[in-house]
Antibody, heavy 122, light 110 residues
């Protein structure tokens, strides 16, 4: 069965960095786009970024563009999110999700991990 | 990042039908597919409806989606206590090249 397990969350000071990882299993990782979506405490969902199966196509939300970098290692069945220049408003649970539908309007998330909490505070 | 507009709450008694609206614009719902996600308390979201009205394998046929113009709707028929959750619509915004979620609707079973 499809499993997505995030790790790497924690407490970090404003301006600091953190790298999230997502270990995938139960499907052929290299065949699928992957995404990161976040949810601030008590708030709604916010899409962060997605990456194509080969890594050649990447999109970011404006709120993280220039600060966050998504990447993947198909040999290790792993997805990553490098987060730099972190702000208090980046505090959220970060979910890794398997994506379907390719680029643009047909894109959606069919399996989600359990999430990892990132807290940005001094 | 723009968002899609949903009512904050909806409720019904067991067995009733509940409908949740999702309002967008010509650059998102008006020109792209709509998706719906269910988030049970304390858990990760789950895909409920894709491409406006398609149900993934394993999702009950009590859930149905529709779209008209720049709005979409999720209907839950035969409401059950286990349907108590937050529900989010979503779509790709063509003009922003951004994936936008709805504000979320909390469904309560009375």
């Amino acid at each position: 069965q499809v499993q997505l397990v995030e790790s790497g969350g924690g407490l970090v000071k404003p301006g600091g960095s953190l790298r999230l990882s997502c270990a995938a299993s139960g499907f052929t990782f290299s065949d699928y786009y992957m995404s990161w979506i976040r949810q601030a405490p008590g708030k709604g969902l916010e899409w962060v970024s997605y990456i194509s199966s080969s890594g050649s196509t990447i999109y970011y939300a404006d709120s993280v563009k220039g600060r966050f970098t998504i990447s993947r290692d198909n040999a290790k069945n792993s997805l990553y999110l490098q987060m730099n220049s972190l702000r208090a408003e980046d505090t959220a649970v970060y979910y890794c999700a398997r994506s379907r539908g390719g680029n643009g309007g047909a894109h959606y998330f069919d399996y989600w991990g359990q999430g990892t909490l990132v807290t940005v505070s001094s | 990042q723009s968002v899609l507009t949903q009512p904050p709450s909806a409720s019904g008694t067991p067995g009733q039908r509940v409908a949740i609206s999702c309002s967008g614009s010509s650059s998102d719902i008006g020109s792209e597919y709509v998706f719906w996600y269910q988030q049970l308390p304390g858990t990760a979201p789950k895909l409920l409806i894709y491409r406006n009205n398609q149900r993934p394998s394993g999702v009950s046929d009590r859930f149905s989606g529709s779209k008209s113009g720049t709005s979409a709707s999720l209907a839950i028929s035969g409401l059950r206590s286990e349907d108590e959750a937050d529900y989010y619509c979503a779509a790709w915004d063509d003009s922003l090249s951004d994936y936008v979620f709805g504000t979320g609707t909390k469904v309560t079973v009375l």
